[in-house]
């Protein structure tokens, strides 16, 4: 004991105010902030521990399909085939919807068009991921399949074409990894638009996108006001594409100041 009161005093004695392990509080304030830059009040964020390989589900996501059940997709779509591990579209049966609802949201999905190259431009591997049911980001198969360019792979569909297309090739499985932020209504305004920023491989396609209101075909697109959270869907387009590890992390805060 009488160690340890000595090693705590040798260390006051040593740094005292001088220890700056977590930070200073003698610098000037973060323009707009209610911080100095390196304060030591400012909060530290949450740990997320990260999956142990690239892809995988970090500690604080909901996996909505890990390869085995669609536990957290709502009922009624039960013919969309779980094999192997992973999920088919069955073509006819309608979109999978999620039983939770979501607002602002990290997202990562992998998906693989059919092996069978069957028909062209949108006819071809065409699904989607619906953001709040409405904010699609384009499935397809954009491998050496011409189609329009706000209508390809990874386009936000009818509004942006992607910045690249990095599409692999038919059965080889693909990853998007999306942050959506939703849009804001008051009082059944739009007070802010949603935004989209997505990866399609590891590579760009939109970085912070303003979307111009849910996805429409062959109109404009325009918003009118929806609640704030809402289902994730996967669209039924009469194709078999394939998805498998999907987990999505809510996006809680994010935007607001700092306190
Ligand atoms: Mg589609």
Known sequence: MARFAL???????MFGQANHDL??????????????????????????TPAAQAGGAPSDAIVLFDGKDLSEWQSGKSNWKVASGYLEVAP???DL?????????QLHVEWAAPLEIRG??????????YL???????????????????????ALYGQWPPLANATRKPGEWQS?????????????????PAYATVFLNGVLLHSHKELMGPTVHRQLAKYTAHPAEDSLV???????????????RRLRGYDQPEK
């Open 97 to 105: 919807v999620t039983k939770q609802k979501f607002g602002d949201v």
């Open 176 to 192: 998007y990894d999306i942050v959506f932020e939703a849009p804001k209504f008051e009082a059944g305004k739009l007070v802010r």
């Open 234 to 248: 996967l669209q039924d387009h009469q194709q078999p594409v394939r998805y498998r590890n999907i987990w999505i």
């Open 120 to 129: 062209n431009s949108q006819n071809r591997g065409n699904s989607g991921i």
């Open 92 to 94: 006819g049966a309608g």
């Open 23 to 48: 930070g200073y509080d003698d610098i000037p304030m973060l323009p707009g902030l209610p911080f100095h830059v390196h304060d030591p009040k400012r909060p530290h964020p949450p740990v997320v």
């Open 132 to 154: 709040q049911g409405r904010y699609e980001v384009q499935v397809l198969d954009s491998y050496q399949n011409p189609t329009y360019a706000d209508g390809q792979a990874g």
């Open 7 to 13: 090693l705590v005093l040798t260390a006051v004695a």
